[in-house]
């Protein structure tokens, strides 16, 4: 930015900063305006010099300036504060068992398939379906029934392979499907580049981010 040998409002040199300051920082903004106001008060016309005020005014505007600039340079450090410490978190999920949204899983080797579903409203019964991967019926359940909240159930000593989960409710004669959560080890957790990119890869269940899991089981 030039400035000529007429001379500038307040306005116009806090402007100036505004326009060339875009990402720099509060000194680099502060180096640039007192360059601007060196070059105006040199350039001003001698015949017809800036009132003393206007340099008072000058200063407090950018005063003003620099403290939105100091503010956001603050908010984008605890930004990146928090998305550390995010990251940090989610590194350390590795080898939890959490619950996560599916309804379908593969074991490695024999073992249990454990899970829950959520109950909004009461329900006379609550049955849960274990199916093979050819679609054939394995287990059935009928869930101790204990009003609204959460009902785990446990299918044990399954042999490894696909299964399939589905589980109802039923009220007043009514049956209606439910979500099911599945229960898990975090394998591994991949890291982008901010927290919303972050995955954690659940043994047998897939690939979940972190707002897809319920809890920590």
């Known amino acids: 930015m030039e ?17 060339i300051a875009g990402n720099n920082s509060s000194d680099e903004m502060s180096t640039m305006f007192l360059e601007l106001l060196v070059a105006q008060i040199s350039n001003q016309n001698p015949l017809d010099p800036m009132d003393g005020t206007e340099y008072v005014s000058q200063l407090a505007e950018f005063s003003n300036v620099e403290s939105l600039q100091q503010i956001r340079e603050n ?4 930004l990146d504060y928090m998305s550390s410490l995010t990251v940090l978190e989610a590194t350390k999920m590795v080898g939890q068992t959490v619950d996560v949204q599916a309804d379908n899983l593969a074991l490695e080797q024999d073992g249990n398939i454990n899970g829950m579903v959520n109950l909004t409203i009461p329900a006379d019964s609550v049955t849960v379906q274990l199916y093979d991967a050819n679609g054939a019926l394995v287990e059935e359940q009928n869930l101790p029934y204990t009003g609204v909240g959460s009902l785990r159930f446990k299918f044990e000593d399954q042999d490894a392979g696909g299964y399939a989960i589905r589980a109802y409710s039923t009220t007043d004669g009514t ?34 981010g972190l707002t897809e899991i319920n809890q920590l089981a």
């Open 75 to 78: 908010s984008t450090a605890e």
């Open 3 to 19: 400035i000529d040998s007429t001379n500038q409002s307040a306005q116009d040199l806090v402007n100036g900063v505004n326009q």
């Open 175 to 208: 049956s209606q499907q439910l979500d099911t959560w599945l229960n898990g080890s975090v394998e591994r957790v991949s890291v982008g580049s901010t927290p919303d990119d972050i995955l954690l890869q659940v043994d047998g269940l897939g690939n979940f």
